[in-house]
């Protein structure tokens, strides 16, 4: 299954903008990029998912390099409800390992106000 | 209100004891998943289920059973309690391999004493 790595932790401004980076190098064609989130004391939370071309939604956008290696989530104010951490999965959805997320140690966010 | 309920939130048990988790959705989702995660971590799949009748180990199966009669509900079995499976565990569901996300319940904090 293909890896993903993110930075262990990161910090921001209140209502500036956070670039949540993460590497994917062993992507495959058919591997779509899922990020989820997970609040203090709360179980995760889907954000935003992409195969090729940048998403958005009313929660964040998703940019995805052109070689597919890496993808960024973007969110857009950071708010201290954004304080969180994030995770990047690889989601196979042609094949039956697709019927499971599995999980990183994602990058914790900080939002200092 | 439509969601993943489990039950119950906290629970401490002996050494040895057997107790059964509780997770039901109401949104007619066929994927349902367990998951537990320790302290700093990251979840780590226990069982997961693709339909009524059907499920399958994931990464660290060992010390829980579980069972899927029926669409809704979705219980992990304990066996033998161990302190090492002191965790907060949660429930997951999805519609399908391809819808874009899971809906992850609020957890069950359980300590093995």
């Known amino acids: 299954d293909a890896k993903t790595t993110q930075p262990n932790s990161m910090e921001s401004n209140e209502e500036e903008p956070v670039h949540l980076p993460c590497n994917h190098s062993?992507?495959?064609?058919?591997?779509?990029i899922h990020w989820y989130r997970q609040l203090p004391s709360q179980g995760p939370e889907y954000v935003i998912h992409?195969?090729?071309s940048n998403v958005n939604n009313r929660m964040a956008s998703l940019a995805i390099a052109e070689d597919r290696k890496s993808s960024t989530l973007i969110l857009h104010r950071a708010t201290l409800r954004d304080a969180a951490v994030y995770y990047c999965?690889?989601?196979?959805?042609?094949?039956?390992?697709?019927?499971?997320?599995?999980f990183g140690t994602g990058t914790r966010l900080a939002v200092r106000p | 209100n439509a969601g993943v309920t489990q039950t119950p939130k906290f629970q401490v048990l002996k050494t040895g004891q057997s107790m059964t988790l509780q997770c039901a959705q109401d949104?007619?989702?066929?994927?349902m998943s367990w998951y537990r995660q320790d302290p700093g971590m990251g979840l780590r799949l226990i069982h997961y289920?693709?339909?009524?009748?059907?499920?399958d180990q994931g990464e660290v199966p060992n010390g829980y059973n579980v069972s899927r009669s029926t669409t809704e509900d979705f219980p992990l079995r304990l066996l033998s309690a161990a302190p090492s499976q002191t965790s907060v565990y949660f429930c997951?569901?999805?519609?399908?391999?391809?819808?874009?996300?899971?809906?992850f319940g609020s957890g069950t904090r359980l300590t093995v004493v």
């Open positions: 997951a569901s999805s519609y399908d391999r391809h819808s874009y996300g899971y809906t």
């Open positions: 062993t992507i495959s064609g058919t591997d779509y």
């Open positions: 992409g195969l090729t």
């Open positions: 999965i690889l989601r196979d959805e042609t094949k039956s390992s697709g019927d499971k997320l599995t």
């Open positions: 949104m007619n989702h066929e994927y």
């Open positions: 289920s693709v339909g009524a009748g059907i499920t």
